[in-house]
């Protein structure tokens, strides 16, 4: 029940309307019997600073920050941590007393699905295909197993470029290589992890993948085959790959183990992973028509 003293949450994006963080968020909140609301709030590019002001005027306590905000806000921010600072971007921001703080937990939740599965990563080449947001917590995610190598495969070799030297600046020591999409049927034999990070496949193009059968023909026997997507579940890409003996990962943990090491950081309180999972896994299933 809303009172007078329900404290709030929120996700910053424009547009907004799709995000699952809300129902996701307010399923915890029921189960912990906390006084909180996590509403979605569109914030357009250039009203971002004025939003901030707002938040900090009536007492937000904390928020998420997507699509087009999580590089946008870090000059906004008060501190970043430095696993933000080393992706480039912020998706949570909590408030403290001497100003907001931003963090990034999706390199967390991207960890969370391999924790369960042993892999000499010191040893083991991956491969990320694209270069964009998710890619760089990928690729942060990675230096923090201890890869050994990280191939980056984009479609603009130049921007993939980019991203490679943005990287050795970077306090996350990883060894990382840029390449054209035509890399990949060379690179897939010795990837003991391939992760599409690139929006091919996802409803409604639920027949699209970024690799042909024949190319993840080339996959290892027990090699991992990840997909940032959550929606179709599985993916044709994730399809193909668990054809050919691939161990399949798909999006959804990490949506939900990002937004439970957000919420723990708000409330300071064990969050319900179990019930955020459930929340979302139900939606999705009706959304496909199960
Ligand atoms: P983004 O910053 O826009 O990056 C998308 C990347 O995909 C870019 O490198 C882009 O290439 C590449 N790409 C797009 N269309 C392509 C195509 N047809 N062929 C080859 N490459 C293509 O987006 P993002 O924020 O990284 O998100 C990417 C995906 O990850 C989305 O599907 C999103 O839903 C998913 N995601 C999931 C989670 C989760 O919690 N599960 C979290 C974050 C993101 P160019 O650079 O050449 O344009």
């Known amino acids: 029940m809303i009172t007078g003293s329900t404290k709030l949450l929120g996700v910053i994006g424009y547009p907004v309307e799709h995000s699952l963080s809300p129902m996701m968020h307010n399923a915890a909140i029921a189960q912990m019997g906390i006084n909180y ?4 709030l569109p914030v357009k590019p250039e009203n971002l600073a004025d939003a901030m002001r707002g938040f900090e005027a009536i007492g937000l306590v904390g928020f998420n920050a997507t699509i087009p905000h999580k590089q946008a806000i870090i000059p906004l921010l008060t501190s970043v941590s430095d696993l933000a600072q080393a992706v480039g971007a ?80 970077s306090p996350l020591k990883v060894a990382i290589s840029a390449h054209g999409w035509n890399a990949i049927d060379a690179l897939l034999p010795n990837a003991s992890l391939i992760v599409n990070t690139t929006p091919i496949g996802m409803y409604p193009h639920g ?22 997507i959550y929606t179709p579940r599985p ?56």
Request: glycine content about 10%.
């Open 37 to 40: 609301l996590y509403v979605p």
């Open 207 to 228: 027949n699209a993948s970024p690799l042909s059968q024949h190319q993840l023909a080339k996959l290892s026997p027990g090699a991992i085959a990840y997909d940032l």
């Open 235 to 290: 993916t044709q890409f994730l399809q193909d790959a668990q054809a050919v003996g691939a161990i399949a990962l798909d999006g959804l943990e990490m949506l939900v183990q990002q937004g439970a090491a957000a919420l723990e950081l708000w409330t300071q309180q064990p969050a319900p992973v179990n019930i955020m999972r459930a929340t979302l896994e139900q939606h999705l299933a009706q959304r496909m028509g199960h």
């Open 90 to 169: 912020v998706n949570t921001v909590c408030r403290t007393e001497q100003g907001w703080m931003g963090t990034n937990t999706d390199v967390q939740g991207f960890l969370a699905p391999l924790q369960g599965i042993t892999r000499d990563w010191a040893n083991a080449e991956v491969v990320v295909l694209g270069n964009g947001g998710a890619a760089r917590a990928v690729v942060a995610g990675c230096a923090q197993l201890g890869v050994g190598h990280v191939h980056v495969v984009g479609r603009q070799l130049e921007k993939v470029q980019a991203f490679q030297t943005s990287w050795h600046e």
